[in-house]
Nanobody, 130 residues
Framework: QVQLVESGGGLVQAGGSLRLSCAASGRTFSSYAMGWFRQAPEKEREFVAAVRRSGANTFNADSADSVKGRFTISMDGTKNTVYLQMNSLQPEDTAVYYC????????????????????WGQGTQVTVSS
């Protein structure tokens, strides 16, 4: 059974930074892609950023326009851990952030789509005060 364990959420002032971590564990788990989505109250879950495997030890990163230049995603393939470095946080970034993982090979769905992922974390709250 694959489990995703998230950490790093919290309360921060506008302009501040947070670093989210998500570790995947499970039998013979090797991710094709890991990513982050977020969901604010009364809003749909939206794509934030993702990394996908392009080789044995190489990864391709992608991010939403709303966070490009502020958020950086990275992945440690050996540890099956994905990170989200969030800088210049703004109140509109306030949401529950969910880690997701695709545990097999390439999918027909884009990594920007929640449908591409097999596993999800419990979510971690990020609150940015103005």
């Amino acid at each position: 059974q694959v489990q995703l364990v998230e950490s790093g959420g919290g309360l921060v002032q506008a302009g501040g930074s947070l670093r989210l971590s998500c570790a995947a564990s499970g039998r013979t788990f090797s991710s094709y892609a890991m990513g982050w989505f977020r969901q604010a109250p009364e809003k749909e879950r939206e794509f934030v950023a993702a990394v996908r495997r392009s080789g044995a030890n190489t990864f391709n990163a992608d991010s939403a326009d709303s966070v490009k230049g502020r958020f950086t995603i990275s992945m440690d393939g050996t540890k099956n851990t994905v990170y989200l470095q969030m800088n210049s946080l703004q109140p509109e970034d306030t949401a529950v952030y969910y880690c997701a993982a695709r545990g097999a090979g390439p999918t027909a769905f884009s990594v920007r789509s929640a449908a591409a992922y097999d596993y999800w974390g419990q979510g971690t709250q990020v609150t940015v005060s103005s």
